[in-house]
């Protein structure tokens, strides 16, 4: 065995040195080797990452150019006199300061101008803008009322009784069907022989009264389309209440009533706080319904009596010329407004997290 050993020992190596160079080359070579594991693994990741921007970058794109991009050129636009020039105005016309004033469209709509480059009888324009801001702010009524129905039919829906899942599938239908085909049929039900005026038995003009009566029935519409959304999530909020809250509750000797004030109200409140943000970003922002009802902005003598703020916007752009400027500040303005709602409506919250 010894020999055998001492043989071992012997052998020289095809470099010519002993064992001991031989297991250090090894070792060495191992060392060299290694990295390859980590090189895979790095390359699995690579291939994650790629999978995963392979399945968002549309929706990367998208956001990109036509949100974060196109407020740019919005606020720049809303410096400017642009009127939908051809490209080859691009630089001298386009981003152009109107008559060296930069702010001039911002001033324009808190204040008529007489001294403006086209004619276009823009006298009185602060009116409409104040008129149709005053609508939207109207159809903002809606929000209350629909979120006081939605939390009633979500107690409803959240009792254990037969058919509620089908209630649920209901009353969220309006709000995934098309506006355009509500309008019509909203249109339809609310003429003067309308299946509304057939139920009440009355003949009351809703699409051809007095402006106020006009916006009502803009704000039903509304507010029954954004049902279903709320009462799912109400619902949802419900289902999240910890059961044994109501338990302790009612083996204190407490009503459906306190249950609901002191203990479930009370944990819908982030669910609240949601919708209430949401929906007046959305109310801002209506436009279709009066739009299809009414058929535009100065149809069939409507004028601004029911339109609402974008319903302006859209006016001012399909002008001719049309003033992207003009409307590109009113878009600011919009954009300004709803940020302001929503900070406040943040600020109430953080008040209330401190109490």
């Not at 009116?127 to 109207?138: D, E, I, K």
């Not at 129905?149 to 254990?160: N, P």
Request: aromatic share 14%; proline share 4%.
């Amino acid at each position: 065995m010894k020999e055998e050993n001492a043989a071992f020992d012997e052998t020289p190596v095809s470099d010519g040195g002993s064992l001991a160079t031989a297991v250090i080359a090894t070792e060495s070579a191992g060392e060299v080797l290694a990295p390859k594991k980590k090189r895979s693994i790095n390359r699995s990741k690579l291939q994650d990452n790629l999978w995963g921007w392979a399945f968002v970058i549309l929706l990367v794109l998208g956001t990109t150019f036509f949100v974060y991009v196109a407020f740019v050129i919005t606020v720049i636009l809303s410096f400017s006199n642009y009127t939908g020039q051809p490209l080859f105005n691009y630089l001298s016309e386009r981003f152009r300061v109107y008559n060296g004033d930069a702010f001039y469209w911002y001033k324009y709509m808190f204040k008529p101008y007489s001294d403006t480059v086209y004619d276009l009888s823009l006298i009185g324009d602060s009116r409409n803008f104040w008129a149709t801001l005053g609508n939207s702010f109207f159809y903002l009524i809606g929000i209350p009322i629909g979120m006081i129905l939605s939390i009633f039919l979500a107690v409803c829906m959240s009792r254990d009784i037969k058919g509620t899942n089908a209630f649920r599938v209901i009353y969220y239908i309006p709000t995934v069907a098309s506006v355009v085909s509500i309008s019509l049929v909203w249109n339809r039900l609310f003429n003067l022989d309308g299946a509304i005026n057939q139920i009440i038995g009355s003949s009351v003009p809703w699409l051809t009264g007095s402006p106020t009566l006009r916006k009502i029935t803009i704000l039903i519409l509304t507010t029954w389309k954004g049902l279903g959304g709320s009462v799912i999530l109400f619902v949802a909020g419900m289902n999240g209440v910890n059961a044994s809250y109501h338990e302790a509750a009612e083996i204190d000797g407490a009503n459906a009533w306190s249950i609901f004030w002191r203990i479930t109200l009370p944990q819908l409140y982030p669910t609240i706080f949601y919708v209430l943000v949401t929906s007046v970003i959305g109310g801002m922002q209506i436009y279709v319904e009066p739009e299809l009802i009414y058929g535009g902005y100065s149809t069939a003598g409507v004028g601004n009596a029911v339109t609402p703020f974008v319903g302006y916007i859209m006016d001012v752009v399909g002008r001719t010329p049309a003033q992207y400027g003009y409307a590109c500040a009113l878009s600011i303005m919009l954009a300004i407004i709803i940020f302001l709602f929503t900070l406040v409506e943040f600020a109430l919250d953080s008040r209330r997290d401190k109490v």
